[in-house]
Every structure is written in structure tokens, then in C-alpha cells.
């Protein structure tokens, strides 16, 4: 029977569900970039072009000007340029993004808003299509864990991270004010207007105030054609967005350290567009709606008392609400679904190190997280999950070795409004080992490896879901090896100025995967520990930044490839098969042009063959993919000190019809004009 | 410096050599693979569809089809036969029945009745109906439920509704309200019966069987039976069999009887039930009940016999297979022989699986079908194979296109593939022959025992293209699973030997030299995997390339089984008789030939039939390397051939530069108990060039 829709339609809405659940600190986001703690600051101004502190673990970062200049619309386009990664995007403006590092399932990835993780608690996944580009200074992804140990047990939770750093106030010299304003629109009846305000009260205290509107109607054409057969287009329609995000924040500083703390809301609305099936052309209307109410309020606090001793302190208190509605009145095919969750979550860290002596650190953190989740749903479990976490770790600095050991220990306990509802309380331990040396000494060569062992606990949805939730759940364990290489040089003359280039070989295993699976029939579904995976890949990148007289050029390579294989059950027929979505090949190219006011951009993606099923069959067969993108951009300065900066973008040039998920089209070529006046 | 340039090219080599992507996709072929013998005496069932109702928003319903005659399953036939119907079959498939010349898929998410030709499984008309789920037939109307009835002001409370078309004008013509979320139909004399299941409205469910009066198509009245009905069965006796699937918690599933006389509920049998197919007076039960502790499903089988009303068996597969199934979604029986198919949807996100099981519950076959199998429908047509349009090659025509000579030696299917009507002469049975194997038709034709041959020929001469496979020959070749994997690959491999030659004097008859393909055991017998296995097993192994057989027409034509009924003898000091068994009681002797024996000379393999049951019931036929027709699958690379593994009658090899004739004739001298003869089928032969095939030779 059709319980259907509505299960999976929530299956859907839900992994849309937690996905905008944001959270603030400032945290160690200096460490963020360097694992010697030296401050290095990014600025708008700053390129990123130079020197930067070795990671010890792989890690990729778009900051500053390079990260402007490509043509993305959110975090998770952006994403898209990094190896190693995969972005699952049902296509449009609204539609869901969620990022997947080195294979191992979205859910295994920590998303980390301005140095905390952002909750996700009911569903485990981050809409990174929802983080807007406007407000960002550098989107950073790290595998294993960031190679800091002075950080927040939640630094050391996830199998791999994506780090969003927003801009933080700078003012020069003379003034007190910046004022930023800007406009967006283009292809989808899009218009984004923005605005940023920062003042600078005194030397201990600045503010920002920043505020955002976006509508798009969503709608695109988009063309399925068969060699010698059908030859469709249609046009994607509800997949509207409305949306408002607003923020403000302060941030103090204080002797030997500093405090932020902000507060940050979004609400929007949005349409569902659905599969793109078949179906009889015009008889049905798919109306499904979202809305989305997020809001959350976060301090950070970081100390320094004498050389040795470092405190930082994170709290947060987030509040999420979610209203599905699937109504018959106005799609005569669906089921009536008008569903309504609200989410808590409150949150506490306290991290301490020690400087044992100048090349050995030792560090303990301990997290407190509470979550609660309601709603109007039937035989609803009204779970509430207590998180405790403590990490201890420790790490030794030479400067030609460094060495990095952390555990981390993890309670949880649910509690459910109905006795015997609730999954049986879960303990574990789980180790890092990180390790890096330089062979040579004045040769900017890293070779680096990692061993990690992480598991992700089941989401509420996947434990508590009416009809779907399996409470007797057990976590989903990654294990990661990694060896890599790093190395750079800088050049004073010719046209190549510097090299960088990082290749990383891996191996991971993915135990007790949990899955959605039907039961009886494949409306009456429920979530499993089934499946193992085994992933082997490598992963390379390269910047190359070049000189052409007076013209600047940055280029960025990357390179994934991958095999994911399927190894459940030996005597499937299917066993050993690339898991779906998984290309063996992709990669992306990025070439950045400066020359006086003006900046040209072009970036290519390369998605290679993959399967839409771990069944590696013709039918199951998804076609590679590539998009070719360029921007033009000039900055225009007036006597009064402001500027303009005006950017026209093409994306898609070739108008490439392809899909990223199965019937989700994703949009031909598009178009958009960007300005933004900085006062 | 130079370094760097050669890396930036490197990865920019890598990105484009990694793959470009087919602007337009290809229309994907049907997937068909012979899964068991052929059955040439086949009675009104000619074969099925299958119905895979393709995962929930992947739009991947997809048809399958299975020839009785042939022994063949083809998988996603639809695409093919209809490339112009947008987003083919659509989003899940809910139900498949046959009605008079049409087929008719009831797709669920794509909302529509997808109406097909029986015969073609071409698109005739699609309908339209919101959230439709199952489909019944009475007196030119169909019959289809749905769950999108009128919108009530409580948008919760709406009820659903059956829509009544006319199969003429495949038009809607009215439309009755019933219960909540109506499942399966019955038509019971001029009474619609429905049932309602409420899944929609979770605690809530319904517990009504509506009834419709067809005459004035309003609901009568509404039974009350259980929470939560979906499948519904009419036996013999005015029974209707009703289905209750519980609320997948506390109240179980079960299963009741409507006495449709009274309508009321006449019987409760704690039987849960998934699915249920009725034959006769027995009602075939699953259920799939899911057991969320233990992270799998509890499955149970049953068969209800419908006089008794009582549950009489508890297991319908009895040979031990049944553990097999991962999750049964379908069950049928065939209305004929009483087999029973029983699909598996496994993890319901790969290919299924389709097991046949005779009436005695052994299984006869098993084949890979597509994502979630779940409807059945048996057919008394045959599909017709598709009129090959084939865009390549310049109008040469890739298949058979002249049969010049056809003389089976003696065997089971002689005189029935192709059938022998009485008067037919050899020029009437080339003809048949060329009907069944020639143009892509992709039926099939007997070769017989040892010796027994075919001589066909093509409108073009097939070249020989250098470090290519040239031709293939299809045959009904399938492998049946082995016990260890390391084992020889086996199942029903009956070898032809292949000649092939040129129309070397240009007069377009088959009357030059041949050439021999040298074949795997032409080479060496004892490379062959299965050669120790056939050592050990006492069978004749040797490899002749001189042998001759002569059969003896028999004295009298039996009508039952009989042992030595025709009478053989060879150049090698053999002689035996070949069987009449109880399956085929034709005459095996070709009916059209008068002579009153037949000799065939030639090459002879090795023996390759074992009994590994060691008592008469499992015969496997090992196949061999490669180089032989009706040997290895039809999809394998070594069903083709490649021209330069010709020798001449001296064994040296020779080169040509293409050919056009081609002879293939039964390889192997071997009776295999109640399997029979091995005897070679061919079902065509394909020029890999003109179809524009590429396989690499050995």
C-alpha cells in the first residue's frame, strides 16, 4: 500500500531537515589553517596564494579572492572543486546538496560553521546549498580530522570535515565603519539582494550586522533524447525558494585571547519539484512545500593564561522547525502529508591545553550536547538524545617531524516519551594517529599518513522514524588510512611563481553501512546496519600560479579517483560493484586571470561514469558529465573610496543536460549579473 | 619548470581520456539469456510478462518476458519496441494483466495505464488515472482502483475510487467512490468487490470490502472484514479470499473468506499473507513480515486448499531452494503445468531474481530479472520478435536470409522444432527452418543426434576482419549453477560443429569447398575443463575427425515410451539405440525423408553429459572451450566465431577472406538419460560486422 508518498517523501524532507541547523564560534578558527598556531590571518585582501603552514592531514582550502571569483551560487558549488569529494545536488536553486567525502556517506561528514559543528541530529546531513557565498572568507575540507589538538571534542567526531569560515570585521586604519551592499539576478527569476554592516565601537569590541533576501522561481528547461528515439523538454517548475538569513555578531578581544558571539536566523519557503518521471505531459501538478525556520545564538571565549596554559570555552543553543506540506487540493495525485518538527539543541564545550614543554602539547576537551526532537506526526517517539564527549590528545612538534595521537570518547542516551522506545545507551572509544615528516630540509616536501577510526551514531530519524525508524540500530564505523605527499616551491622569476601539488593515496572501510531498506514492500520501509564498503582511492591537487607580464594567473587542478566497492555479501551477484554515485574519475580544472581591475575566470568539472546502483548494469549506467563555467569581473573604484565590483557569469556554457541524482535534471546554460558597492 | 607544463597537460590528458560523454544515449536491447529447454509442444500458455515495479522515484518499471517455446527470458523489452514513448514504462509498476489482445501495466507513480499490443508489447494508449494501483477486467470494461477519489473538505478523509474504461476507446467512462486507499478488485457476477486498505491514514486504517453494482456502477454496500485489505481471490465455490495485512505492530496479518452469497465473512485462517495466487482449489500463500529486531524478514509460505478452507502445507518449494529467497514479491502458477514462479526482490534496489518451480515444487530455472519483480501475467500469444531496423551497414542484412538444406538425424524434437505437418517436403521444411531461424525471428530449429544438419546462407558475404569475431550463432545454451565456482562451467551446452564456405564458383549454391572451424576440442580434447570430470565418469572422450553414423528408421512407431526404438550404428565398432521418452512422443525419425536410414559423417567430440546426481535426475552438459555452436551462452563472446579458425579437410588452417555459407551440424554422439539426446538448436546466426559488433578473437 501507499504509505509510500508520505514515507518517502519524507525520507526526502527530512534529509532537508536538519540541514540548515547553523551554529557560530570563533573557536580556534585561526587553527583552522595551521597547525603551529601561529596567527595568520585571512583577509579579504589576502590571497591565498602564498605560504601557508603544511597540513599534516590532507587538506584543501578556497579562501579569499579565489574563492570570490568562482562562479558559485553556495558552499556546496564551491565544494565541488576539492578532490576526494563527491556533492550530491537534486539540481536548481533549492534543491538539496549534501557533500560526501572520500565515499564513505554523507553522514560521516562534520560541517563546521565558523569552527562548530553545525547539528544535525534528526538526519544527519547539511543542505550545503542553503550556506550562501555572500557572507563566506574560506570553505575548508579536511580528511580525518583538523591537525590541531586544541579544539572542541566535536573537532575530533567525524571521519572527514568541511570547515565554513565567514568574514570577520576589518577595519583600516582610519575608519569605523564598512558598509557593503550588494545585488544578484540571472537565469530563474533571481534576485538576491545583501547587506553588510560593520562598526568598530573601540579597540575591544567590533560588530557585524549582515541580511539577506533571496527569491528564484526555480524554473529551468531541461531535455531527456534517446538516439533514435524520444527527444523531450520540459521545464523544472516548483522548485521556487524564498529565503531570508540575517546575522549579527560581536567580537571582543580581551588580553591573550577573545570572544564572538552571534546570533543567526534563516527562514525560508520552497517548492519541491520532485522526480522528473513520466507521467501523461500537463495532467498533474506536483505542489509539495517546504518551510524552514532556523535559528540559533553561539559565544566563544579563548584565553591564554601565562605560556603554557590555554583555555577556550563554546556554547550554543540552536532552535530548527520544519513544516512539510503534500496537499490533494492542489496535486490530485498525492497523499496529504502536512507534518511539523521542531529541533533543540543545546551545546557546551570546554577545550584546556598545555604546553608540556615547546615541542610537546597535551590537550583534553569535553563536549555536552542535548537534542530534542518533536512532532505532529502519528506514533511519533519524541526522542531526546544526551551526547557526552571527551577527547585527550597530544603532539609532538620537530621541525622536520610532528606526530599527533587522539582519543575520543563518546556516551550517548536517548530517552523517548514511551518506555522501551528508546535505543540502549552506546559508549566508545575511538584513536587517531597522525604523523608527518620533512626529508629534506630546504625542500618544501611533507610526507604524511594518518590512521583513524570514527563511527557515526544513527540519526533520531534513523532510530525513532514512525514505521521507519529500527531502534535496535547499532553506529556505522569508518576506519581511514591514508600516506601522502606535499610539496611546494616559489619562484622569483619566469612565469610559473609557484607550485603546489599534494597527492594522497587511501583506504577506507565502511562497516554496519546503515541503510534505508523495504521491508514487505517497498512502501513500508525501515532503516538496517547492512552493507560494508571498501574504498581505495587517490586524491591529487595542484595550484600553479603563473606570471605573464602584467597579467596574474592561478591555476587549480584536482584529480579524484576511486574505486567504492560494494562488499557486503559474497554471493550477491552484485558483490564488488562501484557504489552508486561513486565516479572512478573526476576532477576539475580552475584557471584565474588577473590583470589590473579586471578578473576572468574558467572552471571545468568532470564527473566521470558512475552507477546508479551498486548493480553495475547498462540499465543502471550514468553518463560522465562536465560543465564549463566563466565569469568576467571588474572592480571600479570612486573618489569617495568606495568601489563597484561588477560580475557577469555563464554557466554551463555548452548546455550539457545531464543529472547528478537519477530524474533529478540539473539546469542547462544560465546566466547572472552580480554588484556589489563596498562603501 | 618543464615539469610542471607536462603535469598540467597530464591532468588535462586525464580529464579527456577518463571519458566523453554519447549526446544521445542509446536505446538499451532487451538483455535475453535461455534459462531452460525448449518446450516446442507448448500448450495455450505461450509464455508471460513480468511486471518490475522499479524503485520509487528512479522511473525504472521495467518488462520482461519469457518464451516458453524457446526456453528464453528477455529482460526490458519495452524500450526497444517503443523508443518514442517519453520516460518509458515510468515510475513503479503496480500491476500487470492480459485482457483479450492487450496487455495492460498499471504504472502507479507515473499515473497512467500503460495499454500494450499482446502480441508486440508496442504502446496502443496510456490513460491517465492519479495514484492507480490495480487493474480487473469484465465485459469490455476495465476496472482500475485508485486512491485519489474527490477531495474531501478533511483533505485526511479522502476516500478513493474505481475508474471504469472502455478497452475499446481506452476512455474513462465513470467513476465510483469506495473506501480508503482501494487495493485488488474481484468481479464476482455482476458484482465489483474492493478491497479498502486506509494506509493512508495511519492508526486509522479501513476494514471495508466495498461492493459495486456494475449494471448502475455505485456502491452497494461496504463488508466488514480486518484493518488494513489488499489482495483478493474468488475460488470455486462463491468464496471471495481476502487479505488483511495487520498494522505491521500488534494486530497480525491474516486471512478471511467472504461468503459472496451472504457477504458475510465465513472464515479466519491466522495465515499472515503477502501475496497469494489461486490454481485450481489452492490458494498459493507468502508472507514477507519484516522483524525489526532481528534486521530481517520472516518469511513463510503456505498453500490453503480452498474445499477444506484449512492451511495443507507449509512449504509449496520442496527441494530446499526456499531458504534462497531473500524476499518473495510475486507468486504465479502456470494454469498448464502447474509451475509455480515465485520472484525475489532481494534488497529491492538491485535486479531481481524470477525462480520456476514444477508442480512438485523442485526448481526447474532461475533468472536475473529487474529491479523489484512483482506481476505476472501469462499469455496465449507469443511475442513476436522485433522487426530488426537495423540503421548500419548499408541494407545488408545481418541475419539468415536462405536455408538450403535442413536433414536432422534422429532425436526428441525432430519433426516439432520446426513442426511437420503431413505432405511437407524437404523444400516446405527449409522454408519452415528459415521462418524460425532466418530474419532475427530468434526462434528455433532441432538439429537432432550426432550428425543431424543445417546448411543456411546470407544476402552479402560476411567478411573476415582481421583480429575479430566474424559471425555468431545462436542456440539455447545456458548454464545452470555449479556447486563450487572452481567447478567446470555446465548446464546445457550441446555442441554443433561449424562449417562454413565461400561461393567460390559465384552460382550462389552451397556446392564449394568447406572448411571445419577448429573448435576448442578440435585442438586438444583434453584441454577441455570438463575432460577429467567426463574421464572419470566413463564417458567416451575421444575426438574423431572420420567418424560416421548411420540410424535405422524404426519398424513401428510407438505411442509411449520405449526403450531402443531406433537403432544406430558407427565406424568406430558402437552401435545403441536411441529412447522414446514419455515428454515427446512424435516420431523422431524425420518425417519428410524416405529413405529408410540415415548416415551423417563428419568430426565427432567428446562426450560431455554427466549424470552428477549419480541416480538418473541431474544431468549436466559441460561446456566446451570455444569454436562450437548451441555451446556457450548466446551473450557470451564465445557464441561467435572467428573466420580464421577454418582448417581444411586436411586439419591445416586456411584464410579466407570471407564466406557465405555456413553448415552446422550436431557434435556430439550422447543420450542423457530423461534430458535426452544431445542434440544442437540453433536459433540464428548474426554477421557481427554488419550489426556492428565488436569482439575481440582469442
Known amino acids: 500500500m501507499k504509505r509510500s508518498l508520505h514515507t518517502l517523501l519524507f525520507i526526502i524532507a527530512l534529509t532537508y531537515a536538519g540541514a540548515t541547523r547553523a551554529q557560530y564560534a570563533e573557536g580556534n578558527r585561526l587553527s583552522d589553517r595551521s597547525i603551529t598556531d601561529t596567527v595568520h590571518r585571512i583577509d579579504a585582501v589576502v590571497t591565498t596564494a602564498q605560504r601557508r603552514a603544511v597540513e599534516t592531514v590532507p587538506a584543501q582550502v578556497l579562501a579569499g579572492q579565489e574563492l570570490k571569483r568562482l562562479n558559485v551560487v553556495s558552499v556546496a558549488d564551491a565544494i565541488r572543486y576539492f578532490s576526494g569529494i563527491q556533492i550530491k545536488d537534486y539540481g536548481g536553486v533549492g534543491g538539496l546538496k549534501t557533500v560526501n567525502i572520500r565515499s564513505m556517506g554523507t553522514q560521516h561528514v562534520g560541517v563546521f560553521y565558523d569552527g562548530v559543528q553545525l547539528g544535525n541530529a534528526q538526519n544527519g546531513q547539511i543542505d550545503l546549498g542553503r550556506f550562501s557565498m555572500d557572507n563566506m572568507e574560506a570553505i575548508s575540507v579536511y580528511n580525518g580530522q583538523k591537525s590541531n589538538i586544541f579544539q572542541s571534542a566535536k573537532d575530533f567526531a567525524s571521519a572527514g570535515a568541511v570547515y565554513m569560515t565567514t568574514r570577520r570585521p576589518v577595519f583600516d586604519s582610519t575608519k569605523r565603519n564598512n558598509l557593503r551592499l550588494s545585488f544578484k539576478t540571472g537565469s530563474f527569476g533571481t534576485a538576491n539582494p545583501a547587506a553588510l554592516w560593520e562598526h568598530r565601537f573601540n579597540d575591544k569590541i567590533d560588530a557585524q550586522v549582515s541580511a539577506e533576501y533571496l527569491y528564484t522561481t526555480g524554473r529551468y528547461k531541461f531535455s531527456y533524447r534517446k538516439l533514435d528515439g524520444y527527444d523531450t523538454t520540459e521545464v523544472r517548475r516548483n522548485g521556487d525558494v524564498s529565503a531570508v538569513r540575517a546575522e549579527a555578531g560581536l567580537f571582543g578581544r580581551i588580553q591573550n585571547g577573545g570572544w564572538r558571539a552571534k546570533v543567526y536566523y534563516y527562514d525560508s519557503e520552497r517548492g519541491y519539484p520532485g522526480a522528473s518521471v513520466r507521467e501523461e505531459p500537463g495532467k498533474f501538478r506536483h505542489e509539495d512545500r517546504q518551510w524552514d525556520r532556523n535559528l540559533f545564538a553561539q559565544g566563544s571565549l579563548r584565553k591564554h593564561f601565562g605560556k603554557r596554559y590555554s583555555l577556550m570555552v563554546n556554547a550554543k543553543y540552536a532552535y530548527d522547525f520544519l513544516h512539510y506540506l503534500s496537499d490533494p487540493r492542489e496535486d490530485v495525485s498525492t497523499m496529504y502529508v502536512d507534518n511539523r518538527y521542531h529541533q533543540q539543541e543545546g551545546y557546551l564545550s570546554v577545550a584546556n591545553e598545555l604546553r608540556i614543554k615547546d615541542w610537546w602539547r597535551a590537550s583534553l576537551s569535553a563536549d555536552v550536547q542535548l537534542n530534542t526532537l518533536t512532532s505532529d506526526m502519528t506514533d511519533f517517539a519524541y526522542p531526546t538524545r544526551l551526547t557526552v564527549l571527551g577527547a585527550a590528545a597530544t603532539a609532538i612538534d620537530f621541525e622536520r617531524f610532528k606526530m599527533q595521537a587522539s582519543l575520543l570518547y563518546t556516551f550517548i542516551h536517548d530517552h523517548t516519551r514511551y518506555a522501551g522506545a528508546a535505543a540502549g545507551d552506546r559508549d566508545e572509544w575511538t584513536p587517531t594517529v597522525i604523523a608527518q615528516y620533512k626529508p629534506f630540509k630546504n625542500e618544501e616536501l611533507s610526507l604524511r599518513a594518518f590512521y583513524k577510526r570514527i563511527f557515526r551514531m544513527p540519526t533520531l530519524n534513523d532510530l525513532y522514524y514512525t514505521f521507519i525508524g529500527n531502534k535496535y540500530l547499532d553506529p556505522e564505523y569508518t576506519t581511514q588510512y591514508n600516506i601522502g605527499a606535499v610539496w611546494g616551491r616559489n619562484f622569483r622569476r619566469g612565469i610559473v611563481r609557484r607550485v603546489e601539488v599534494q597527492a594522497d593515496a587511501y583506504f577506507n572501510q565502511v562497516k554496519d553501512k546503515i541503510i534505508a531498506m523495504p521491508t514487505s514492500n517497498q512502501f513500508q520501509w525501515t532503516m538496517l546496519n547492512l552493507g560494508y564498503v571498501e574504498i581505495v582511492g587517490v586524491d591529487a591537487a595542484a595550484q600553479l600560479q603563473w606570471q605573464f607580464g602584467p597579467v596574474a594567473v592561478n591555476t587549480r587542478l584536482s584529480y579524484t579517483y576511486q574505486e567504492a566497492e560494494d562488499r557486503t555479501d559474497p554471493e550477491s551477484e552484485w558483490y564488488g560493484g562501484q557504489i552508486p554515485y561513486i565516479p572512478w574519475h573526476s576532477g576539475s580544472v580552475v584557471v584565474g586571470a588577473v590583470w589590473r581591475d579586471w578578473d576572468l575566470n574558467y572552471s571545468f568539472i568532470y564527473t566521470g561514469e558512475r552507477y546508479e546502483s551498486r548493480a553495475n548494469t547498462p540499465a543502471n549506467h550514468a553518463q560522465p558529465w562536465y560543465t564549463s563555467d566563466l565569469s568576467l569581473s571588474r572592480n571600479i573604484r570612486f573618489r569617495n573610496r568606495s568601489s563597484l565590483r561588477v560580475t557577469v557569469e555563464v554557466n554551463n556554457i555548452f548546455n550539457q543536460q545531464y543529472e547528478v541524482v537519477q530524474c533529478y535534471p540539473m539546469p542547462g546554460t544560465n546566466f547572472k549579473i552580480k554588484l556589489n558597492w563596498t562603501l | ?698
Open chain 2, 1 to 698: 619548470m618543464k615539469t610542471f607544463d607536462k603535469l598540467l597537460v597530464i591532468s588535462l590528458l586525464v580529464l579527456t581520456l577518463a571519458g566523453c560523454r554519447e549526446e544521445y544515449e542509446p536505446i538499451l536491447p532487451p538483455d535475453q539469456t535461455i534459462v531452460t529447454y525448449p518446450d516446442p509442444m507448448v500448450g495455450d500458455v505461450k509464455g508471460f510478462f513480468l511486471l518490475n515495479e522499479g524503485n520509487m522515484g528512479s522511473n525504472k518499471a521495467t518488462l520482461d518476458y519469457f518464451d516458453y517455446e524457446t526456453g528464453e527470458y528477455s529482460c526490458n523489452i519495452f524500450p526497444q519496441r517503443n523508443p518514442n514513448v517519453v520516460k518509458e514504462l515510468g515510475d513503479v509498476g503496480n500491476d500487470l494483466q492480459v485482457y483479450g489482445e492487450r496487455l495492460y501495466a498499471v504504472i502507479n507513480c507515473s499515473n497512467l495505464v500503460e495499454v500494450m499490443n499482446l502480441s508486440t508489447a508496442e504502446h496502443i494508449g496510456a490513460i491517465s488515472i492519479a495514484n492507480c494501483r490495480y487493474i480487473t477486467f469484465d465485459k469490455g470494461f476495465a476496472y482500475v482502483s485508485s486512491y485519489a477519489g474527490p477531495v474531501q473538505i478533511d483533505p485526511n478523509a479522502r476516500p478513493g475510487k474505481v475508474v471504469k474504461i472502455d478497452t475499446a476507446t481506452l476512455s474513462i467512462v465513470g467513476e465510483c467512490v469506495v473506501g480508503y486507499q482501494p487495493e485488488e478488485m474481484a468481479v464476482v457476477g455482476d458484482r465489483l468487490y474492493v478491497a479498502n486498505s486506509g494506509g493512508y491514514r495511519v492508526p486509522n486504517y479501513d476494514t471495508t470490502v466495498s461492493v459495486i453494482d456494475l449494471a448502475t456502477f455505485t456502491e452497494l454496500k461496504r463488508i466488514e472484514v480486518a484493518i488494513n485489505l489488499h489482495r483478493l481471490e474468488l475460488d470455486r465455490y462463491g468464496y471471495l479470499w481476502v487479505s488483511s495485512r495487520g498494522d505491521y505492530y500488534s494486530k497480525q496479518s491474516a486471512l478471511y473468506a467472504i461468503d459472496t452469497r451472504t457477504d458475510q465473512v465465513a472464515t479466519k485462517l491466522d495465515l499472515p499473507v503477502g501475496n497469494m495466487t489461486r490454481l485450481g482449489d489452492s490458494l498459493y500463500v507468502y508472507s514477507n513480515a519484516f522483524d525489526k529486531q532481528a534486521q530481517k524478514h520472516s518469511i513463510s509460505y503456505a498453500i490453503v486448499n480452498l474445499v477444506s478452507r484449512e492451511v495443507v502445507d507449509r512449504h509449496f518449494i520442496k527441494d530446499g531452494t526456499e531458504s534462497q529467497i531473500v524476499v518473495p514479491y510475486g507468486v504465479a502458477v502456470n494454469p498448464e503445468t502447474r509451475d509455480i514462479l515465485v520472484t525475489d526482490a532481494g534488497d529491492y534496489v538491485t535486479p531481481g531474481k524470477l525462480h520456476c518451480y514444477n508442480a512438485d515444487g523442485v526448481r526447474q530455472w532461475s533468472v536475473t530479472t529487474g529491479d523489484i519483480p512483482a506481476h505476472i501475467a501469462f499469455t496465449h500469444r507469443r511475442l513476436k520478435p522485433t522487426t530488426n531496423t537495423n540503421p548500419d551497414q548499408n541494407d545488408t542484412n545481418p541475419y539468415i536470409t536462405s536455408v538450403f538444406d535442413y536433414r536432422p538425424a534422429v532425436g526428441q524434437f525432430v519433426n516439432e522444432l520446426p513442426k511437420y505437418e503431413a505432405g511437407d517436403t524437404q523444400e516446405k521444411m527449409n522454408a519452415k527452418v528459415l521462418a524460425a531461424i532466418g530474419n532475427n525471428a530468434r526462434s528455433q530449429i532441432s538439429l537432432g543426434g550426432y550428425g543431424g544438419y543445417v546448411v543456411v546462407g546470407f544476402d552479402h558475404t560476411i567478411p573476415n576482419v582481421s583480429g575479430l569475431r566474424d559471425f555468431r550463432v545462436l542456440g539455447n545454451a545456458f548454464y545452470s549453477g555449479t556447486a563450487s565456482p572452481t567447478d567446470p562451467i555446465g548446464g546445457s551446452s550441446e555442441p554443433g560443429i561449424i562449417m562454413v564456405a565461400r561461393d567460390a564458383n559465384g552460382n550462389g549454391l552451397p556446392d564449394d569447398e568447406w572448411y571445419e572451424i577448429a573448435g576448442s576440442a578440435h585442438r586438444d580434447v583434453k584441454s577441455e575443463a570438463f575432460y577429467p570430470l567426463a574421464q572419470k565418469a566413463g564417458l567416451d572422450v575421444a575426438f574423431y575427425s572420420d567418424y560416421q553414423i548411420t540410424y535405422y528408421r524404426p519398424a513401428s512407431e510407438p505411442e509411449v515410451a520405449t526403450e531402443n526404438y531406433i537403432r544406430w550404428v558407427d565406424n568406430k565398432q558402437k552401435e545403441g539405440y536411441m529412447d522414446k521418452n514419455e515428454y515427446h512422443l512424435q516420431s523422431y525419425f524425420p518425417q519428410w525423408i524416405d529413405a529408410d536410414s540415415l548416415v551423417f559423417s563428419g568430426s565427432r567430440l567428446p562426450q560431455n553429459g554427466i549424470d552428477t546426481s549419480g541416480k538418473g535426475t541431474n544431468f549436466v552438459l559441460y561446456k566446451f572451450g570455444y569454436g562450437y555452436a548451441d555451446n556457450d551462452k548466446n551473450t557470451a563472446d564465445d557464441a561467435s566465431i572467428d573466420i580464421d579458425w577454418a582448417v581444411d579437410s586436411e586439419g591445416k588452417a586456411v584464410t579466407l577472406s570471407g564466406i557465405d555459407f555456413i553448415k552446422i551440424y550436431s557434435g556430439v554422439n550422447q543420450q542423457n538419460g530423461w534430458i535426452g539426446e544431445n542434440s544442437t538448436e540453433v536459433c540464428g546466426v548474426e554477421d557481427l560486422h554488419a550489426l556492428g559488433e565488436r569482439i575481440a578473437t582469442r
